[in-house]
């Protein structure tokens, strides 16, 4: 365990995703199975290999008013909601709605997007061919820019201790996680908005990462197409959404009677040093990070009873991933470990990941149940750990921990270590 | 195209100040000042002045921009300007 004794613990959830436009409605889809991916119905979307997504259930445009999202990327504005409902879910004073208030120098932010604002750059391209610079938004840049999203948190809630955006593609929001973790244990600040948010469903996305033949094709069936640990599985889906947890230091939490979700024990980091895109086969990499991550958070193997898999439905990432746990808990603790891949439901997030499959990590601990990874109809024989399919699995009572993995393009690898409140 | 009324393009650019950022056309009126009555940024000036100029048909260029604190202002100059053309 790191020498600083500062616990940080997990005190307000807000999320919108392709299962639902907050947290109870993302978890109750999560614990019924139900998948968030459906066709693609734009213009031209023949011309594309992969014609479906998992997309938003609620637009912003339902909870926003239009004139903030003109100058708002759909990145920012998600981010913006799911912060929103974390900060109220924490028991914060907001505008006219009373609750606890935070010394605004003891406030920080770390909220990650791994691409940034992909509609607004493509768009803003074709106002300005079309009709000119003098018609190009003049909001366009902090719309565009990948640090958007935790200025605007920032401003929204008057965090002065920093205000920060890590990116590292997928593992963008699990590192926004661990340098929260940091801020809190390192004295800058009591609490941390931290997390991610994704929102780049666009043609050239989707024509980019077929290209790279790193998508599911099944367009015939798009709700069975994420099926992460099936012996079928041909790719990822394509995600949007965010999440946001509320970070606080367990002496503020307790100082004001906050409700405690869970504690956010430590975080692992490590790089592949191998390949841009492929992740290391071995899955050396990945289970330095998830030894990292036990060591910063004082945990044995033996502690984990469940891992939040980052298992997208690659071929070749889902198995790399197990043997890295393997690696990383030894080959006894890792069979007594229950894996899950929520991806089979919400799509890849991409740099929103992180920070969605934290915060379910954070609601199976505390709910003491694992939600099953759905599509699975013919497990791959590469498979020889405890993977939750079928129905959600009850977890034991009492003093339990668990991991989150979040891997990223760039040989990025994240492992973030949760520990229930008692 | 007939110059515009003062209330014309009092109605008009009030529609615009009300996409814009939100606040309601029946709030901008002519001796509001955009950035101390308003609380209306320099982003969105430029926002509202490309706007104002695709609705009326008159240039407004940065110099001038600066000069137009108030609504009235606007009005000013855009009549004046729709004058200066059909005279």
């Known amino acids: 365990m790191s020498d600083n004794q500062t616990t940080v613990v997990v005190t307000g ?31 031209g979307i023949e011309e594309l290999p992969v014609r479906f997504a998992a997309q938003l259930t609620v637009e912003p445009s339902e909870v926003m008013p239009k004139h903030k999202l003109r100058r708002l990327d759909r990145n920012e504005a998600i981010a913006l909601i799911a912060a929103h409902e974390a900060w109220e879910d924490a028991g914060y004073a907001f505008g006219d709605r009373d609750g606890h208030t935070v010394d605004g120098d003891r406030l920080g932010v770390v909220i990650s997007s791994g691409i940034g604002g992909l509609h607004t750059a493509l768009n803003s391209y074709d106002v300005y061919r ?3 610079w003098q018609r190009v938004s003049p909001f366009t840049v902090p719309m565009l820019m990948p640090n958007g999203a935790s200025g605007l948190v920032g401003i929204e809630f008057g965090a002065m201790a920093g205000s920060h955006a890590l990116v590292s593609a997928c593992a963008s929001s699990a590192e926004a996680i661990g340098y929260a973790i940091d801020m809190i244990r390192s004295g800058r600040a009591d609490v941390v908005i931290a997390g991610g948010t994704e929102a780049c469903i666009h043609p050239l996305q989707l024509a980019a990462f077929a290209s790279m033949r790193a998508l599911s094709t099944r367009n015939d069936e798009p709700t069975r197409a994420s099926r992460p640990y099936d ?22 939490a307790r100082a004001r009677g906050a409700r405690i979700h869970a504690i956010a024990a430590g975080c692992g980091y490590s790089g592949d040093a191998h390949d841009i895109v492929q992740p290391d086969p071995t899955g050396s990499g990945a289970a330095k990070a998830m030894r990292r991550a036990l060591a910063d958070a004082g945990l044995r193997p033996e502690d984990i009873q469940h891992i939040n898999a980052h298992g997208t439905s690659t071929p070749q990432g889902d198995v790399a991933e197990l043997a890295a746990i393997k690696g990383a808990l030894g080959e006894e603790a890792a069979r007594q470990v229950c894996i899950t891949a929520p991806k089979s439901m919400t799509g890849h997030l991409l740099g929103g990941a992180g920070a969605l499959e934290s915060l379910i990590t954070v609601l199976t601990l505390r709910e003491g149940v694992v939600p099953a990874t759905i599509n699975i109809d013919d497990l791959d024989d590469a498979v020889d ?7 959600p699995r009850k977890l034991p009572d009492g003093p339990i921990a668990a991991l989150n993995n979040s891997f990223g393009f760039g040989g990025h690898n994240v492992a973030v270590a949760f520990r229930r409140a008692l | 195209m007939p110059a515009a009324t003062e209330q014309e393009i009092l109605t008009g650019l009030s529609e615009i ?10 709030e901008v009126t002519p001796e509001k000042s955009f950035v101390d009555d308003l609380d209306i940024d320099s982003l969105s000036m ?5 706007a104002a100029q695709d609705k009326f048909g ?16 606007v009005i000013n100059y855009v009549q004046g300007l729709a004058g200066a053309s059909k005279a």
Request: glycine share 12%.
């Open chain 1, 130 to 132: 079309e009709r000119g």
């Open chain 2, 17 to 26: 100040v009300e996409e814009t950022v939100g606040i309601p056309a029946a």
């Open chain 2, 46 to 50: 430029v926002e509202i002045a490309v």
């Open chain 1, 13 to 43: 959830l807000g999320a919108t995703t392709p299962l639902g436009g907050d947290v109870p409605s993302t978890w109750s889809a999560l614990l019924a199975g139900r998948s968030g991916v459906r066709p693609l119905d734009w213009e």
């Open chain 2, 58 to 73: 008159v240039e407004i260029p940065d110099d001038e921009l600066r000069n137009l604190k108030t609504v009235q202002d």
């Open chain 1, 385 to 391: 750990l405890d993977i939750v399919r079928g129905e």
């Open chain 1, 231 to 252: 012996k079928n599985r041909d790719g990822f889906v394509l995600g949007e959404g965010a999440a946001v947890l509320i970070l606080e230091s367990e002496e503020h």
